[in-house]
């Protein structure tokens, strides 16, 4: 049972970036009614945190007891983890090109790996090293790097996106040592819908809502958004995290860029260079050396 829970632990993580790398589609279609950024986070996660208590809720009402000394930790995973890294993304991105931002954004496994050193004790072997080396290469030569300069306070803020990005493998290993990935998933998405609608400018947001001549399949669109692009990848990372080491998680991730650049090409005809299917080797390859590793142990 727990070696089958080990083999699926992958694969979920797996699941979760490909479910992240669609969504370009949603974030362009949302941007055509008007919806800035900060908006769409705000529509993602606070639908998202509904459905996550409406699960939580028909699941195991008891999961929505945590202790008051687990607040900071949840107010870090969904203010300092979350909506930082979201907020920090976009921003990134209208600093600087897309590429630049995503491989900013992509910089969280280095700082994954960091951290587990420093909280887990997680050993830093040569094979991690190669994978993460693999994979950030991939991250480059998919986003398709230019010679674009950027600003310090745009290098700071992409950094940040990285960092908050890979911050939640830390704080979700360490809730789910107490707390099921339900209410670990709820409880962040609650605490970041919050801290969104402080920063949304609601008002006007509501007025795009009622101004929408479609709003019925607007709605809809909506609450496709949170569950394609939250609740789906989020739920089975948080899954994931269980089984598989935050450092190794961070690497298995990258296949997100992957899957946006094909995803890309599939709906928006971009055309894919020799450098992005490149890109795209080393990101497989770097999954595959995590695993393979996994699977050797395990017949040892």
Sequence with gaps: ????????????????????????????????????????????????????????????????????????LFLGLGFGSILFFTICYFTAITMMSLSTAAILLYTSPIWIMLMSVVFFREKLDRRKILALALAFAGCVLVSGISGNGITPVGLLVGLGSGIGYGLYSILGTVALRKYSPFTVTTYTFLFAAAGSWMICSAGDMISKFSAAPDLPFLLFFC?????????IPFGAYTLGLQTVEASKAGIIATIEPMVATLIGIVFFSEPLSILSGLGILLILGAIVLLNWKRKQSAQA
């Design 1 to 72: 049972m727990v070696n089958n829970r080990r083999k699926v632990g992958p694969l979920l993580i797996i699941l979760a970036g490909c479910f992240w790398g669609s969504m370009g589609i949603f974030v362009r279609r949302l941007s055509s009614y008007g919806f800035t950024s900060v908006q769409i986070v705000s529509i993602r996660v606070t639908l998202a945190a509904l459905i996550f208590s409406g699960l939580l809720l028909a699941r195991d009402r008891s999961g929505f007891r945590i202790s008051l000394r687990d607040l900071p």
């Design 223 to 231: 609450i496709l958004t949170a569950l394609v692009t939250a609740v």
